[in-house]
């Protein structure tokens, strides 16, 4: 592609001397697993984060395990949460062995409609999970006055949206519990898997740091069935070496976004900002998504779909009888939406061309042209998603 959906071999390049001494560091000390380089990036990253404590861990989803499991999650609970999210938030809630329960999205800004979140609550309702998806937060204070009322905590998935805030708290901190995703390709991203889980609460920390080791308390000795779940040196320095770059990254994922929106809002439906977003992904709506894609390939512009098929609708999650009709924005959306070209080194020439590239289609194609309230005026918006494969 002469524009790739995204580039890590540019990123890297763009802080090589930083990841490479960082490389070099742990593999001088001998020492690769909960070292000073993970105590020292949990310290850090919870600074940033104006939290009590973080606990690094292998992967985004054993970070949404470890925060249920340290909630007492288990087999026989429900989870509240999104089908419109990356299945791990999911597989991570079949992990404790509970059953997630799914509410469908605002249209306007593609994350959990908290409106319908009351009526979904039952007595084994037992956490929530409201996902801040493409680097938008949740409007999450209704959400945790509901919840609070209630007992229930509420577990952020801050996976897409790391130094994305609201009102001034970081995403992650608001919650009990804040479960991050380090994947490469995310906005403070590590060079292969990586986790964390903040809180504010000092049990909840000292019961995160055995789970994520096997249970122990101390060398041999297991207080609780755990996993193996941690952070190793080498990724720690890597997400430390990075973390002071990340406000300016996201600001450039800002500076991006606001130049798609001013070239392309009047022809396809661009991103609805509620709170301070920080653009992991740039996702618009098309009449003919599929068709965009295919042209923007064509002219060498990569895109992706996040996500295609809702949760709720995968074929491991049909024994939880949801049908097609059930979830009808999440629905209309994954058949309409497309993500662009995001990453803080992409060029200002390069959004361009993407600019011209999708007026250009949208131009020989005019029934593709969409706005965010087409969802509204739709009359029957099941009856296009019936098209959508599932494979």
């Not at 429900?78 to 990356?86: K, L, R």
């Not at 800004?109 to 007595?123: A, F």
Request: charged letters at 20%.
């Amino acid at each position: 592609m002469d524009i790739p959906f995204g580039d890590l071999k540019v990123h890297y390049q763009s802080i090589k001397p930083q990841i490479d001494a960082a490389v070099a560091r742990v593999l001088s000390s001998g020492h690769y697993i909960l070292g000073e380089e993970l105590k020292k990036f949990e310290r850090d990253f919870a600074d940033y984060l104006g939290a009590k404590f973080v606990i690094g861990c292998a992967s985004g989803t054993e970070a949404i395990y470890l925060a249920l499991a340290a909630l007492g999650v288990k087999a026989g609970d429900e989870v509240i949460t999104v089908a419109h999210t990356a299945v791990p938030t999911i597989s991570a809630i079949s992990m404790t062995g509970a059953e997630p329960v799914f509410v469908d999205i605002n249209p306007y800004t593609y994350v959990i409609d908290v409106e319908q979140v009351e009526k979904k609550i039952t007595k084994a309702t037992k956490a929530i999970i409201p996902v801040h998806l493409y680097g938008q937060m949740v409007e999450l204070q209704p959400l945790l006055d509901m919840a609070a009322a209630r007992g229930i905590p509420v577990l952020e998935d801050v996976a897409q949206a790391t130094g994305a805030s609201y009102n001034g708290h970081k995403a992650g901190t608001m919650g009990a519990l804040g479960a991050f995703s380090f994947y490469p390709s995310k906005n403070l991203g590590a060079f292969g898997d990586g986790g964390a889980v903040c809180t504010n609460y000092e049990e909840a920390y000292e019961k995160l740091v055995r789970l994520r080791n096997y249970g122990q308390s101390k060398r041999y000795y297991h207080d609780e069935i755990g996993i193996n779940s941690r952070l190793d040196e080498v990724q720690a320095a890597i997400l430390g070496a990075q973390l002071p770059f990340l406000t300016n990254w996201n600001k450039r994922r800002r500076e991006i976004a606001l130049r798609y929106t001013e070239g392309l809002h009047d022809v396809v439906a661009t991103p609805v900002e509620k709170q301070h977003h920080v653009y992991h992904l740039y996702v618009i709506q098309c009449g003919n998504r599929d068709g965009l894609q295919s042209y923007l390939a064509e002219r060498g512009i990569g895109s992706l779909i996040h996500y295609p098929v809702p949760a709720h609708l995968q074929k491991a999650y049909q024994y939880r009888g949801y049908k097609r009709g059930d979830l009808p924005a999440t629905e209309f959306a994954a058949e309409r939406i497309l993500s662009l070209p995001m990453f803080p080194q992409i060029t200002d020439d390069q959004v361009d061309r993407v600019i011209h590239e999708v007026r250009q289609y949208i131009k020989l194609n005019p029934a593709a042209k969409a706005t965010i309230d087409d969802y509204s005026n739709a009359s029957n918006v099941t009856a296009s998603f019936n098209q959508v494969t599932i494979r």
